[in-house]
């Protein structure tokens, strides 16, 4: 008996796959892409084009969400006298953006004209959807006694009105309108139009919901001034001019009537074009406005780009979500949206017949379920596609090339669940299954139709969970279901390429977004550090499917926990699974489908590990999978890691040049009691990585492959180097990873390592009991609101005085951005003294701040004379909430905002700095013992904290100690997501840290706490 039959005897049959199946071919490209939005500053995406290449996007949006329903694309046209913009299609000036003038929607910004209380205001319905006429109902949020109602007419309007009433008090929600059957409602009157048309109920009725439509002619639309609802002699309506308070309507369409908003775009239809062209192999995608456009405009669009340009753009969608409430132009029901979807596609097809055109753009999932607000018992996908096929078969052309959707599957409103976020997306798959047989029984020729979906990610909450490994799965998990289901018909948008970090009801920070803020001091050869739905997209792209193309989707048997996906290219066999749970999952596949070998990528914590819940919290390592190779004779056997993606590929790879992809610095500027943790991914597919190694001036050391060792196609590599071996000064920090074949890739970046850091010039202590500094300079404070900021001397951090200033900040109304206040001081004169003598790197102060808002936020900024534009360099401060806190703010670490004139940091021109405050609310900032940090000279005696830990869990020496009152978890994590040690307990107490066996992180968890503290490097 051979060794590899001897071991199939004792190895249980693994998991089959079955590539003899005929299987679903897939498109390498174009399959994912990322929006690139207006309202983004156009140097975001110069800044991360590498990125998006590495992440393998080819196709981009533009110009994206809500947006898309709103922005006009050329700024070149004139108004209506209905204020419709007519847009030129041969002389181009940058777009703008136009909201609508006629709303009868209440949305979470804007009344609706219906309830606003005024009678010149009115909202008028879109003409172009005569089968379907435009048509509101009315939420009396509870149901009242009703005895009379009356409504005001525009003079556009038809010949009579039917009023409807809701029959009981409770509609699913989304309201009537989204209802699948009409049956609810009951006629309570009918009546000739006028300019008030008012009656009186037989008696009085309990009424929640009234509708409202038109009957009789309707060439265009109508218009509604005022409506008022009331009962015993009072208004049961509350009829006033704002969205939170008014009584909600819901109408269905709103005239494409508009005028400018006051946001200017920071980039237009041309720069993105020029962008476009830049980027190797880039496929443009727009949305033309539904919302406040017209057709019209839309065929202009296409007239310009692609006969007055030739740009050739071959993909258009028509409107963004335009079921949503939310949306500007909407709700509008399945059959409104189709009817001016076909006039729009006619229109566009006629400028260019070789355009691919894409609808109905539906916000969600929910094929079948969500009711297509025309009582037909259609859902809204089923009354788009029916009418659009209808129509198709009568003009006998093809008008919707692709079906388009967004989805994110995740919905949580207070602590979000990673096993419930998994459970969504996981669900995505059979709802994809109903939109296939939704096609096949409603449209024709459904499989020659694309599949599109230009918006996705796990959720649309924020949290620090999408940042998490888990939630990078779960993206991926969801990706994984559309590949399968769609093939080489589908193409995708991950939302969104940038936004920023958020706190999610949950107090915790996320980014929904593939690349996320630099962390404080942070480093990155990507600029921003990817986040985790990076690495499992591209994972999947690059490296599950083969970038030279050929794939096809094979069946594949699943296993408890996980969900697997297959394919095949030219015999060889590749695996994606994904762990659904928070422990490994043992994974066996059948063998003998790899009879050449092959290797096996995987991606957890120990490649990926998100530290910290706050908005400055940071990936570390922030890398690609890890990667090992199988021989011929393989047992099958592998483990998935806890909420983790693995790959399982046969060999025969086409060979790619050895690179690093990716690396990232804790910090370019440190002293010499810092460790620079340094972290990378390098691949070099078809062939094996064989070592890494660092050098910086004399020091050298490895780098040491997370999953153990070098010897896969990729690997995810990490260092911990105390600055002390490198010494002071600036050194050039190298990396250079060996593979095979004499392969090798190097890259370096400048860092600079001081003395230790020490307070070493006072700015103020406050000793004096005055609002000044040590050298007289006095505190100044400002609020933007005109409130009176109180400056007080009060009892100090550490025992004597310290400085006071509170307000109360009011929302000015017109002011676009947060209510602010701050407490700035001068600088000394003479700082470039200073830093000869000291080496000066920072400034320290002692921290007391409160917001009666969650929502408030705390600033620090520098404030140099070389900036002419107030885009100072600035860092995020915490909330102490009444607790006093030592923070330092190092000059390396403050970044300007990016929408002003980018300016070096320099000390000379170091002006002033100013602490601020932001938010409506009774807001606090205490300061105490601000120093200058310095790296040379002797350190003053001021009676400074030591720095406080940031959460109830800090090291001294080799003992942990945990200062918090509940309940808690602690466990030791090496790089690979191993468990070294865990501990459970309850309360205060000290635990000796003992064998670390290669741990690196020591994670403390408890109700509301969730800590990540590095462990001291073990030689
Ligand atoms: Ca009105
Ligand atoms: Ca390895
Ligand atoms: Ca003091």
């Known amino acids: 008996m051979t060794l590899l039959a001897l071991l199939a005897a004792v190895v249980p049959a693994g998991v089959a796959i079955h590539p003899q199946s005929p299987g679903v071919a897939v498109r390498n490209e174009p399959l994912q892409g990322l929006p690139l939005c207006v309202w983004n500053d156009s140097s975001l995406f110069t800044t991360l084009k590498s990125a998006m290449q590495e992440r393998g996007d ?138 008030i048309v008012g009656f009186k109920l037989g008696a009085a009725a309990s009424v929640r919901y009234f509708g409202v439509r038109p009957i009789g002619v309707l060439a265009n639309g109508w218009q509604v001034r005022e409506m008022k609802v009331f009962g ?76 007055v340009k030739g740009y050739g753009i071959k993909r258009w969608q028509v409107g963004n979500e335009s079921s949503g409430e939310w949306e500007e132009g909407g709700t509008v029901t399945a059959r409104q949206y189709a009817e001016r979807f076909v006039k729009f596609a006619r229109a566009m097809r006629a400028e260019d017949p070789t355009i691919e055109i894409e609808g109905p753009v539906l916000a969600g999932v929910d094929f079948t379920t969500q009711a297509s607000g025309d009582f037909d018992g259609r859902s809204w996908m089923e009354g788009f596609l029916a009418y659009v096929d209808s129509v198709e078969k009568v003009v006998g052309i093809r008008l919707v090339d692709g079906i388009d959707f967004h989805n994110y599957p995740y919905w949580f409103t207070s602590a979000p669940s990673a096993a419930a976020m998994f459970n969504a997306c996981d669900k995505s798959g059979a709802q994809y299954d109903s939109l296939s047989a939704l096609m096949g029984r409603t449209i024709a020729d459904p499989v020659s139709r694309q599949i599109l979906m230009t918006e996705f990610n796990t959720s649309t909450v924020s949290s620090s969970l999408e940042m998490e490994a888990a939630g990078g799965t779960a993206a991926g998990l969801q990706f994984a279901h559309f590949i399968q289901r769609f093939g080489d018909r589908g193409l995708t948008n991950t939302w969104e390429l940038y936004t920023g970090i958020q706190k999610g009801p949950d107090g915790t920070f996320g980014s929904l977004s593939v690349m996320t803020s630099p962390a404080r001091g942070t480093w990155s050869s990507l ?46 066999v590749s695996v994606l699974a994904f762990n659904m749970t928070e422990d490994s999952v043992a994974l066996a596949l059948d063998a003998s489908l790899f009879p050449d070998g092959g290797d096996i990528l995987s991606w957890g914590t120990g490649e990926y590990l998100w530290t910290g819940t706050d908005a400055d919290a940071r990936a570390i390592p922030d890398n690609g999978p890890s990667s090992k190779p199988f021989a011929a004779g393989w047992t099958g056997a592998s483990k998935i890691p806890p909420f983790g993606m693995l790959v399982v590929r046969g060999a025969g790879r086409a060979r790619q040049p050895l690179r690093t992809a990716h690396w990232l610095l804790n910090g370019t500027a440190l002293t010499v009691e810092d460790t620079l943790v340094v972290s990378g991914w390098s691949s070099g597919e078809g062939s094996a990585l064989k070592s890494g190694t660092w050098t910086a001036g004399a020091a050298t050391g490895v780098l040491v492959a997370t999953d153990g060792t070098w010897d896969g196609p990729c690997e995810s590599w990490i260092a911990k180097i105390p600055a002390s071996e490198i010494g002071t000064g600036v050194a050039n920090l190298k990396v250079s990873i060996a593979g095979t074949g004499g392969d090798v890739a190097s890259d370096s970046q400048s860092i600079k390592v001081t003395g230790a850091r020490r307070p070493v010039f006072l700015i103020a202590d406050f000793e004096n009991k005055k609002a000044s500094t040590a050298y007289g300079a006095q505190f100044n404070t400002w609020s933007v609101d005109n409130g009176k900021v109180s400056a007080k001397i009060v009892a100090g951090a550490v025992g004597g005085w310290c400085l006071k200033d509170s307000i109360n900040l009011t929302q000015p109304e017109d002011l676009g951005y947060a209510t602010v206040f701050n407490t700035s001081v001068k600088m000394p004169e003479n700082l470039h003294q200073l830093d000869s003598a000291h080496k000066l790197i920072g400034i320290a102060f002692d921290l007391r701040t409160r917001h009666s808002s969650a929502s408030g936020a705390f600033g620090f900024s520098y404030n140099l004379s070389s900036v002419k534009d107030y885009d100072n360099f600035a860092v995020v401060l915490p909330n102490t909430n009444g607790a006093w806190i030592r923070d330092t703010v190092l000059f390396v670490e403050a970044k300007q905002g990016g929408w002003g004139a980018a300016v070096p940091f320099e000390l000379d021109s170091l002006a002033t700095i100013e602490f601020d405050g932001r938010g409506e609310g009774a807001v606090e900032i ?45 466990r030791l994590v090496a790089p690979n997501g191993r468990v070294n040690r865990s501990w459970i307990g309850v309360g205060a107490t000290t635990l000796s840290l003992g064998r670390t066996n290669g741990a690196q992180w020591a994670i403390l968890e408890s109700e509301g706490v969730r800590q990540i503290l590095a462990l001291p490097v073990v030689q």
């Open 527 to 572: 600029d921003y550090p990817p986040n985790a739905s990076f690495w499992t997209t591209r994972t999947i792209v690059r490296q599950w499917l083969d970038e030279t193309g050929g794939d096809t989707i094979v069946p594949v048997d699943q296993v408890a926990g996980a969900r697997l996906f297959a394919v095949r290219n030219k015999g060889r």
């Open 58 to 195: 080819k196709v981009f949006r533009f110009p994206n969400g809500s947006y898309s329903d709103i922005y006009h694309w050329n700024g070149a046209g004139a108004f209506t006298t209905d204020s419709v913009w007519v847009a030129k299609d041969s002389v181009y000036k940058p777009g703008w953006t136009g909201e609508s003038i006629h709303r009868g929607q209440t949305t979470g910004t804007s009344a609706s004209a219906i309830t606003d209380g005024k009678l010149d205001s009115y909202w008028w319905s879109n003409p172009d959807h005569p089968g379907a006429p435009g048509w509101f109902s009315l939420d009396l949020s509870s149901a009242k006694s009703v005895d009379s109602v009356a409504l005001w007419l525009g003079s556009v309007r038809p010949d009579s009105v039917q009023i409807l009433r809701w029959a009981g008090e409770n509609a699913i929600w989304p309201p009537p309108h989204a209802q699948m059957d009409g049956s609810s409602w009951t006629e309570v009157a009918r009546l000739p139009a006028s300019d």
């Open 232 to 307: 015993a002699g009072a208004a049961l309506t509350t009829n006033i001019a704002n969205s939170a308070t008014q009584t909600k309507v819901y109408a269905a369409s709103a005239h494409p009537a508009n005028r400018s908003t006051k946001f200017v775009p920071n980039w237009d239809f041309e720069a993105y074009m020029k962008w476009i062209r830049d980027y190797p192999g880039a496929i443009p995608l727009i949305c033309v406005n539904y919302g406040t456009g017209t057709l019209e405009e839309a065929a202009a669009w296409i007239h310009y780009a692609n006969k």
């Open 926 to 970: 205490s300061l105490d013992n601000i120093v200058f940090l310095g790296t040379e000279g002797d350190p003053i005696n001021v009676g400074v904290r030591k720095a406080a830990s940031r959460g109830p869990l800090a090291l001294s020496g080799r003992k942990l100690s945990i200062a918090h009152a509940g309940k808690w978890s602690l």
